[in-house]
């Protein structure tokens, strides 16, 4: 089968990207064009998105571009 990679990050923005508060009845937040998340909890800084964990609360982003089935995915992660 060929590889049909699909990038969920362009490295620039959120853009496909959705934010949501971890309140049950919370509004999800489409976040596309934004560099930030948040109050700054997430962050896109030199085309990788960073996770400051000084800023509280529980949250989360995730793709709005829609994964089905069988999936890879590639990433890489830098602690500090």
Do not use: C, M, Y
């Not at 853009?15 to 962050?43: C, H, L, N, S």
């Amino acid at each position: 089968a060929a590889d049909s990679a699909t990038a969920l990050f362009n490295g620039k923005d959120f853009t496909g990207w959705k934010q949501k508060p971890g309140k049950k009845d919370a509004a999800v937040e489409a976040i596309d064009g934004k560099t930030e998340a948040f109050k700054g909890r997430f962050k896109v800084e030199d085309g990788a998105i960073v996770i400051d964990g000084k800023v509280k609360g529980d949250a989360w982003i995730e793709s709005t571009i829609p994964v089905e089935g069988d999936a890879t995915i590639r990433f890489e992660f830098n602690p500090g």
